[in-house]
């Protein structure tokens, strides 16, 4: 097997099992709630304590904000492990929400000059959270299966146009703030219990799909809408399913998709990261796996 890392940033959100089953590096994010910089790692032990403590900050009215990975943050990130003689697979953040990509294929150019016997290869997932979870729980599973680097390359790129993300958000004003609706249709639809179903389309960005009245017939679409659109043939049967500090609501919704997937099917829950959470607002549901129809309606 070839000896080269899997990376991937605070913007990837899997299960904690998955980061002690697997030799998995991460690259922090910082965030800014109320005044205050913090680091956000995707691995952090203590994921799940700081989400909810975003999300109980975002409840009471608090103000947070996102930065990017800097090249510079990468160039120190990377170049141990290459100095180490460690090939580098880096499964980035969508280049449709961020300059991060750029950020990383700049970094990437100029390693690659300092080191020329190494590999360092960055993938756009073109997904995120626990869709870009999931890509990279594949990636992982791919190596441990012996797949080159190239070869893991190569299969990400087929598989990832095929990478679902369904969503929900329980306030439009976080879709406002981050100029994804307009102020009136955030006034209105709070006001009629408008429940906004987003989607990453095709590019890595995101779009509005659908608009439905209340949380449960919300959730019942993005379910069904799934389970109606997987099937994808040579890919790992994982759905990891977000939320943001919601346990017994999303423990609920667990359970409708193992009622309607395949049994072999892995169905899991994982908190909202606090660097996509800062954009979504603290009452968010997804449910992110491979299926064919990636920008479909709903």
């Known amino acids: 097997m070839d000896n080269y890392l899997i990376y991937t940033d605070a913007a990837c959100d899997m299960p904690a099992h998955v980061f002690k089953e697997y030799d998995v590096r991460t690259i922090p994010m910082d965030y800014i709630l109320n ?104 990636a992982l599973m791919n190596r441990a299966k012996g797949m080159t680097i190239e070869e893991n390359e190569a299969w990400l790129n087929e598989k990832i146009p095929y990478m679902c993300h369904r969503f929900m958000v329980g306030d439009l004003n976080y879709l406002h703030k981050g100029g994804r609706v307009s102020g009136a249709v955030a006034i209105v639809g709070t006001m009629l219990n408008i429940k906004p179903i987003l989607i990453i389309n095709d590019k890595g960005a995101l779009d509005v799909v659908g608009k439905i009245r209340g949380q449960k017939i919300a959730l019942k679409r993005i379910v069904s809408a799934y389970v109606k659109d997987s099937g994808v043939p040579d890919v790992p049967h994982i759905i990891y399913v977000g939320h943001t500090s919601l346990y017994e609501e999303v423990e609920e919704l667990v359970k409708q998709i193992k009622e309607q997937v395949p049994e072999d099917t892995i169905v899991e829950a994982v908190n909202l990261c606090p660097i996509i959470g800062a954009h979504c607002g603290p009452s968010f549901f997804s449910v992110c796996g491979w299926g064919f129809h990636r920008d479909a309606p709903i």
């Open 35 to 138: 005044g205050q910089t913090l680091s956000f790692d995707a691995s952090d032990p203590e994921h799940d304590k700081r989400c909810d403590e975003l999300y109980a900050a975002l409840r009471e009215g608090g103000d947070v904000h996102t930065s990017q990975i800097t090249p510079y943050n990468y160039i120190e990130a990377f170049t141990p492990d290459l100095e180490a003689g460690h090939d580098i697979l880096y499964v980035c953040f969508t280049s449709g929400l961020s300059a991060t990509y750029d950020n990383a294929c700049s970094a990437a150019a100029q390693l690659r000059e300092e080191f020329p016997d190494r590999k360092l290869i960055v993938v756009d997932s073109l997904s995120a959270t626990q869709g870009q979870g999931v890509v990279v729980t594949a």
